[in-house]
């Protein structure tokens, strides 16, 4: 298994500020991912983190509004950039490990947008 | 395009009631299949998974089957507890795209005592 730990847990921000996430992963892990939950929705994936090259969006997700690092297999940091009140969420972490592809979860980091 | 339905919530229990939670997938090749569950203030948790036709998942009284045929992976428990109280999230794993999971949209299971 793998222990994912991401800060900052939470955090109140104003519009128009960006804020960057960090998780952190207790071992190598071959895939990592950014999800996005919005109140009362599902998980919805934001962008694969690619280690050593530009992250992989899914429809929807722009690198100048969510960019991503992955410098090496046990880091990844998501910023949200320019924010407003609709990017109020829970961004969860997750890692890919061992072959049934189970993803392991960070506990997520809650961002208020004001 | 790949995706999961799950029966939508919330679901309320009496304590020691049978629960089962619909999901359907559509996909192209062969995913993986699992149940993740969030309980109130907490992280998502893998519940339990499969990853072929016909296997069973389990873990804590809940079970699921992958069917292929039905392209079905309905949870079920033969008696909930209070405990068991938390919002739950069908998924599916597409190796073909990287290993990403693509999430249901989550079904709300209160019990009662």
């Known amino acids: 298994s793998a222990v994912i730990s991401q800060k900052p847990s939470r955090d109140i921000c104003q519009r128009g500020t960006s804020l960057t996430i960090q998780c952190q992963v207790d071992?190598?892990?071959?895939?990592m991912f950014w999800y996005r939950q919005q109140p009362g929705q599902s998980l919805t994936l934001i962008a694969t983190?690619?280690?050593?090259?530009?992250?992989?969006?899914e429809s929807g997700f722009v690198i100048d509004k969510f960019p991503i690092s992955r410098p090496n297999l046990t880091f990844s940091t998501l910023t949200v950039s320019n924010m407003s009140p609709e990017d109020s969420s829970i961004y969860l972490c997750?890692?890919?490990?061992?072959?049934?592809?189970?993803?392991?979860f960070g506990e997520g980091s809650r961002l208020t947008v004001l | 395009g790949d995706s999961v339905t799950q029966m939508e919530g919330p679901v309320t229990l009496s304590e020691e009631a049978f629960l089962t939670i619909n999901c359907t997938y559509t996909?192209?090749?062969?995913?993986?299949l699992f149940w993740y569950v969030q309980y109130p203030g907490e992280g998502l948790q893998l519940l339990l998974k499969?990853?072929?036709?016909?296997d069973k998942g389990s873990n804590k009284g809940f079970e699921a089957t992958y069917r292929k045929e039905t392209t079905s992976f309905h949870l079920e428990k033969g008696s909930v507890q209070v405990s068991d109280s938390a919002v739950y999230f069908c998924?599916?794993?597409?190796?073909?795209?990287?290993?990403?999971?693509?999430f249901g949209q989550g079904t709300e299971l209160s019990v009662k005592p």
């Open positions: 983190a690619n280690q050593g090259s530009e992250a992989t969006y």
């Open positions: 997750s890692a890919r490990g061992g072959q049934t592809g189970e993803l392991f």
């Open positions: 998924a599916l794993g597409m190796w073909n795209q990287g290993g990403k999971l693509i």
């Open positions: 071992s190598q892990v071959t895939m």
């Open positions: 499969a990853t072929k036709a016909d």
């Open positions: 996909a192209t090749g062969y995913p993986s």
